[in-house]
């Protein structure tokens, strides 16, 4: 949602805590990503390069190494599977296995001369691509090489148009082979850099400015391939908008969900979309003698998120607005011991106001066993994305909490049967309100 300089320096003191989501400075983020160019969301080698450290005492005899074969995270499960000697299955309870992408590199941890059986590797962030080959890297930024320049944000989408404009002269070209840091672009290149990175061309007194033209032509065209062969296609530039959409189901689309206690917490994106539309949870418990407390479902965490909880007796719903407002409602008394089911509801009465980082105002209620024990009007809710942290978790609230009104973990000390997320509300969009108001954030 949108910030003010003033806003942010009277939380200055607040910067490094436990309240606030830290990055790096800029300027930082790139002399600690020293010698590559760039760094994260871009597919620049800062971008897209990790260490990995290699440790199979029984399985590997050489000893503190280093290896400058090209390998790429799809490798690593090929690698351990043709470490362990193992085949992988093609089909498994009678469902036909989606082969596996990747290249072992196993033979090159004994051998540091072993030739790399990764020849080729596209990649694409946001609309940012690039593609290695052979020792060569082509890449085409999007935006542009930086916001200044490219007089657009991070997460816009490419038109059509734009797209075609891209291939036609955006793309940049490094020979990695000998340029590991990604310096020299030979797509737009100097003598004296070309001097650098393709001195034995020169040498040979060839073409170089043709054949440069022709890997890169040769590069861009491969990318397509590849692009097409893994689903890229068609090219999708947005940012956030892109990591809120919900993930594929295999079932058809459903209106409730349940979950239950003692599973891993599951990402929101693979889970029920609450946020600007009419919804309810409903938690299955068994309250002992003497009461308990605890929360019986939450997400995220201090940067935002939500949790329905008990305590002090009472049943409790809270919202954390972007770590801004805790939007709270409280039962007017307390829940009694025995089996009950556990609503929270809430109705949407608005419309959003996404531009301005505010989701649809509503009416949050509470309910033991069908009776309203408490209310509350929410004149606002979270716009977009419940926080960037946690995952959706039943019977407590693990590491950092959604609201400073208690402690961590907050096990429940009562039994969670289940939780039930009622979705059938439609849900309240305006995807171009929201793009704008994601754009200005970059």
């Not at 082509?138 to 797209?163: N, Q």
Request: hydrophobic share 35%; glycine share 12%; aromatic share 10%.
């Amino acid at each position: 949602m949108p910030e003010s300089l003033e806003e942010n320096l009277r939380q200055i003191d607040e910067l490094g805590g436990p309240d606030t989501f830290n990055h790096y400075a800029w300027g930082w983020t790139w002399a600690g990503n020293t010698p590559f160019r760039r760094w994260k969301r871009e597919t620049y080698r800062g971008g897209i390069s990790d260490p990995f450290i290699v440790h199979f005492p029984k399985g590997i005899e050489t000893k503190g190494q280093v290896r400058t074969q090209y390998t790429h995270a799809i490798d690593m499960v090929p690698t351990v599977l043709d470490m362990l000697g193992f085949e992988p299955p093609g089909e498994i309870k009678g469902v036909t296995q989606s082969p596996i992408e990747g290249v072992s590199f196993a033979h090159t941890l004994e051998d540091g001369e072993a030739e790399s059986k990764r020849h080729t590797q596209y990649f694409e962030m946001m609309g940012h691509r690039s593609i290695y080959h052979d020792g060569w890297r082509a890449v085409c930024p999007w935006p542009g090489p930086s916001f200044t320049e490219a007089g657009a944000f991070f997460g816009e989408p490419i038109p059509a148009e734009k797209l075609t404009e891209l291939d036609a002269k955006g793309w940049e070209l490094y020979h990695v082979a000998e340029d590991f840091a990604e310096n020299h672009n030979l797509a737009d290149m100097t003598l004296g850099s070309a001097v650098g990175a393709l001195g034995a061309w020169l040498k040979e007194g060839r073409d170089v400015g043709e054949e440069v033209k022709a890997k890169l032509i040769e590069l861009i065209g491969m990318w397509y391939v590849e692009a097409g062969k893994y689903n890229v296609l068609p090219v999708d530039g947005r940012g956030v908008t892109r990591f809120a959409e919900q993930r594929p189901q295999i079932a058809k689309d459903r209106d409730s969900y349940t979950f239950y206690p003692g599973t891993q917490s599951v990402p929101v994106n693979a889970g029920p979309q609450l946020l600007n539309r009419t919804h309810s949870i409903t938690a299955d418990v068994e309250i002992p003698e003497g009461g308990a407390e605890g929360a019986l479902v939450s997400y995220g965490g201090t940067d935002g998120g939500y949790s329905l909880y008990v305590k002090d007796g009472k049943l409790q719903y809270v919202q954390n607005y972007v770590a801004r407002d805790y939007l709270h409602v409280k039962a007017t008394e307390p829940v009694p011991a025995g089996h009950h089911a556990l609503r929270f509801e809430f109705e949407v009465t608005g419309e959003p106001d996404i531009a301005n980082g505010k989701g649809s105002p509503g009416r949050a209620q509470l309910y033991v066993d069908g009776k309203l024990v408490g209310q509350a009007d929410f004149t606002h809710t979270t716009p977009l994305a419940l926080g960037l942290t946690g995952g959706i978790t039943v019977g407590a609230d693990p590491g950092a909490p959604v609201a400073p009104f208690y402690e961590p973990p907050f096990e429940f000390t009562g039994t969670v049967r289940s939780v039930t997320f009622d979705v059938s509300g439609d849900v309240i969009q305006d995807e171009e309100a929201e793009m704008r108001r994601i754009l200005a954030r970059q």
